[in-house]
């Protein structure tokens, strides 16, 4: 990876945002090089999200410094940021999916035709060439953005972030031949001289831009966002997998609690150094101190096979066991445990307390007493617009049923009050619509639906994303109080570190297969990092 130029294109000296009560930022500073990829970590609530948001002008009531390529400016909607060449991507794309490739790049300076409010759909579709083919990308101009991939949707949001002008110059660098597009005030279609009339970009914010990517993709994006490193661009590259940092970035600028603890040059750095200066405590004071003791055999795994997903997997998780499954994503860590749960066509066998576990089954498989938490909370997890009471009942309708087959509505609250209790939900009131509470919140009440059914086996799938050291801290608990009881608990984390201080064993899954097998206490994070990534990059 090549470095970084010695331009400044972007410093943020001093700056401080508050919320009501709150101080998000924190005289928080930032600087970024031309042609460098500079990573932004941080513990969720840091004030990483919050601080390229003052940098895309949607908080404008920040005090201190922002300096864009040696002008101070001050910045007070997303139009001026984009205005002084600021771009930003974030997770959420921004893409319309019922557009086509075409209409997206355009929209707003889409070519009039010669009727009024008609459009000239044979300019956009050369402007949108031009653009692509400027930047590489092969995408189909015609395609809706539905039917692409989430990693192609991005190259759409990329592509028309930075827009038609070039990245650095003034003139267009189409082919020969070809006609570009001028964003001018008459949005015309226009010959290849046409200059834009905002500012290159020159920054460009990643937001958290893998979090649901697979491997080939997430290559994919990586190899885009090296290019247009080389083009000169300052890249800032908000991440939580550390194991990326490596891969992409640069330096690396750290924030907790809307200070920044310091930046480090990445090729220099440790997985466990940055982690520490994101927790900024003791482990002691995360982490429950190990007590479980696990038993005998509880859940075996024998020869579990899904083509071109995962590869002959085996392994036992024992009762009282807290068992990792580490791993890049994409690397078949969470397709592993849906075979298991019988969501997914597979070969290979799954025994559950020595009895077979149904296939193609989740409902059965659940009956049979297997638990499962999923990593996307807003998708598979809790109803959002049910309340805590209704969610938390949801496994176990049949028991809180009258004598009539109906819900109970006295059985109902007095088990809300049981799980609210146990799992600490705040607001403490049953009647909440779960939309309303906070992430963590959200993740204990999912957290204690799963548990009312009482599984043995409870596969946990990157339970603590999303959510703040001090709800982690309680989770972690839980996990614990889980084990001491005797119920094995499969746990799939991106965080080395939550594996290393909380299993009793690691099992490394890397392109699919079961690579290693390590002990959990007393591995040095660094040494997990390093298996996950071996071979492959």
Not at 335 to 363: F, H, N, Q, W, Y
Request: one cysteine or more; charged letters at 25%; aromatic letters at 4%.
């Amino acid at each position: 990876m090549s470095g970084p130029g010695t331009e400044v294109v972007l410093r943020m000296e001093g700056i401080v945002k508050d919320f009501p009560g709150v101080r998000a930022l924190d005289h928080a500073d930032l600087e970024v090089r031309a042609g460098e990829v500079h990573a932004l970590i941080g513990e969720n609530g840091a004030g990483k999200s919050t601080l390229m948001n003052v940098l895309a002008g949607r908080f404008p009531d920040y005090a201190g410094r922002v300096v864009l390529g040696g002008e101070e400016v001050h910045l007070r909607n997303p139009r001026q940021a984009l205005a002084h060449g600021v771009a930003v991507i974030y997770q959420d794309l921004s893409v319309l999916p019922n557009l086509t490739v075409a209409e997206n790049l355009l929209l707003g300076h889409e070519p009039a035709g010669r009727l009024p409010w008609s459009l000239d759909r044979k300019a956009l579709l050369a402007a949108a060439d031009v653009g692509l083919a400027r930047l590489g990308f092969d995408l189909p101009l015609d395609a809706p953005v539905a039917s692409l991939s989430h990693a192609r949707q991005c190259l759409v949001e990329i592509a028309r972030a930075i827009g038609s002008p070039p990245l650095r110059g003034g003139t267009s660098s189409a082919p020969e031949g070809r006609a570009t597009w001028s964003a001018s005030p008459t949005r015309r279609y226009s010959a290849p001289e046409g200059r834009a009339t905002r500012k290159d970009v020159r920054v460009l914010v990643f937001d958290e831009p893998t979090a649901s990517l697979g491997a080939e993709d997430v290559a994919k994006l990586f190899a885009v966002v090296r290019d247009l490193k080389r083009r000169g661009l300052g890249i800032v590259y908000i991440t939580h997998r550390l194991a990326e940092l490596p891969q992409i970035a640069d330096r690396v600028t750290v924030l907790r609690d809307g200070k920044v603890v310091g930046t480090r040059d990445v090729a220099a750095s440790k997985v466990s150094e940055l982690s520490h200066m994101m927790l900024g405590r003791r482990l002691a004071e995360v982490f429950p101190a190990k007590r479980n003791q696990p038993g005998k055999p509880l859940l075996r795994v024998q020869g579990l096979t899904r083509p071109g997903v995962f590869e002959n997997v085996s392994f036992e998780l024992r009762e009282g066991e807290i068992l990792g499954l580490a791993g890049l994503v994409g690397s078949g860590r969470t397709e592993i445990a849906r075979a298991i749960l019988g969501a997914d066509k597979v070969a290979g066998r799954c025994e559950l307390a020595g009895r077979e576990l149904p296939r193609r089954s989740p409902r059965r498989a659940m009956a049979a007493g297997l638990g499962m938490i999923q990593e996307d909370r807003k998708r598979d997890g809790a109803v959002a617009v049910l309340s805590v009471a209704q969610n938390l009942g949801l496994s176990v309708l049949r028991s809180l049923a009258g004598a009539l087959g109906y819900l109970a509505p006295r059985r109902l609250r007095e088990h809300a009050a049981q799980g609210i209790e146990r799992f600490r939900i705040v607001p403490p009131d049953p009647l909440k619509e779960v939309q309303l509470l906070s992430g963590g919140n959200q993740q204990k009440v999912i957290l204690g639906r799963s548990l009312a059914a009482d599984p043995k086996v409870l596969i946990l799938d990157e339970p603590t994303q999303g959510i703040d050291v001090g709800t982690k801290a309680q989770i972690y608990e839980m996990m614990m109080d889980l084990a001491c009881e005797g119920k094995g608990i499969l746990l799939i984390s991106s965080e080395f570190i939550e594996l290393v201080e909380l299993c009793d064993r690691i099992l490394v899954i890397r392109d699919g297969r079961l690579a290693k097998e390590l002990p959990g206490p007393g591995t040095p994070v660094d040494t997990l990092f390093a298996e996950c990534v071996r071979q492959t990059w």
